[in-house]
């Protein structure tokens, strides 16, 4: 008899851990008042995020220009974006390639329309749908009483 267990298969992500902590950190900040700067420790523990992974991916938006950083007791970080105007895209980007082209889903390579694989026709289209979204939502429009409560952003 066979006692060796098949693993469960993982889920599939859209998105890596880190861009989806990225998008979490930011629908939490745009769900503050405008301009109030919240501590990394705060926002890890709130939305339960490892507090040094958690710094390191807000440090990164930092740079990209998505938050705003500010040291000393009245530091912390707040969005340096209007929500309207902070797509999902700008969000990921430092961390995922959602708006580029897709890599292929039967060759180790980006999708090429010049010599496509089977599941081309139908995987492009899902991709430039989905890189679509990412283009076009705005953290404005994710916002809403049950996005914003820090225990429904905490996994």
Do not use: K
């Amino acid at each position: 008899m066979n006692t060796r267990t098949t693993p469960a298969p993982t889920a599939w992500r859209m998105i890596s851990q880190t861009a989806e902590y990225a998008l979490r950190v930011v629908l939490y900040l745009a769900a503050r008042p405008a301009g109030e700067r919240v501590g990394a420790s705060r926002v890890a523990a709130e939305l339960g995020i490892p507090e040094r992974y958690l710094a390191r991916v807000m440090n990164a938006l930092a740079r990209d220009g998505v938050l705003l950083s500010a040291r000393g007791a009245q530091g912390g970080f707040s969005l340096a974006v209007l929500p309207a105007a902070l797509t999902l895209g700008a969000v990921v980007a430092p961390f995922d390639a959602v708006g580029q082209a897709p890599q292929c889903l039967l060759r180790e390579q980006r999708c090429d329309p010049s010599d496509p694989c089977l599941a081309h026709e139908h995987w492009h289209c899902i991709a430039g749908g989905v890189r679509h979204f990412f283009q076009t939502t705005t953290i404005a429009d994710l916002l809403g009483d049950e996005l914003t409560s820090p225990l429904a952003l905490r996994h």
